[in-house]
């Protein structure tokens, strides 16, 4: 039996049937700093409850499962030195141990899905690294899209990576990418990537309607929903890719590898943009929760006709 638990609100949606959003642990614990990925953590929960949902945000505390954690656990995550980041490779190795860790998109898919949870917000998911061709670093949340069945919703994948490849290897997977509202693939903190899109949906009921239909056909996985960051917040890629470029020779010659290549390149964006990477960071996760949170309520309806 997985050793899981519920927070109280968690549990109250789930006795009432309220929509729920499944949220990850890792942005606050590897994605941003501190005070700010407590303050945005916050507020993702609240805006997740603005659109008639339930927030539930999952981590691995002291060899349980947490699904939905309070404001005592977020602060804890928020601060804490040497939490493990969880993905499908090691969130069991995790929990049999006793051990505590943030979960990243392919762990918190496959902790939702457990749950119950058919839709997650996030801010960007991981994929084919710049240099695969050497590396063969390519992340665990490609493979996870293609298993678990769960609507991802993300600002696309995440700017530093190799675009093209990373959505090459999604739809050998089969996985569905779904431009939110545009024909083009948004870039993480840019609108634009200059990828056409795939699929193009422009609104939460026909992606849920899209979810639906795919649990009906017994198709295995999920969906990536790219849903475009503000106007308002984007940064435009032009003006991003010198400082990408420069971030990723630091990270090749203090030989950062693994795991360790996207919190530290994240940093570094944020140093080089002189912080307005994680303002734009902050302003697309709570639109990616504001969409996230439709779904799950158009969701709720189709399937309590």
Known sequence: MIPMSFSPEVSEAMKLGTPIVALE?????????????????????????????????????????????????????????GVAKLSRADIAACLASGGTGATTVAATMIAAHHAGISVFATGGIGGVHRGADQTFDISADLPELAQTPVTVVAAGAKAILDLPKTFEVLETYGVPVIAYGQDELPAFWSRASG??????????????????????????GGQLVANPIPVEAEIAASELAPVIEAALKEAEAQGITAKEVTPFLLDRMYQMTEGRSLTANIALVLNNARLAAKIAAALHELTHK
């Open 25 to 81: 642990s890792t942005i606050i614990s590897h994605g941003m700093p501190y005070p700010q990925n407590v303050e945005t953590a916050r507020l993702v929960e609240a805006e997740v409850r603005a659109n008639g949902a339930a927030p539930a945000t999952i981590a691995v505390i002291d060899g349980v499962l947490c699904i939905g954690l309070d404001d005592a656990q977020l602060e804890m995550f928020g601060q804490a030195d």
């Open 195 to 220: 990828i056409p899109a795939p699929l193009r949906m422009d609104s939460a009921e026909e992606i849920a309607r899209a979810h639906q239909m795919r649990g009906l056909l017994d198709l295995p």
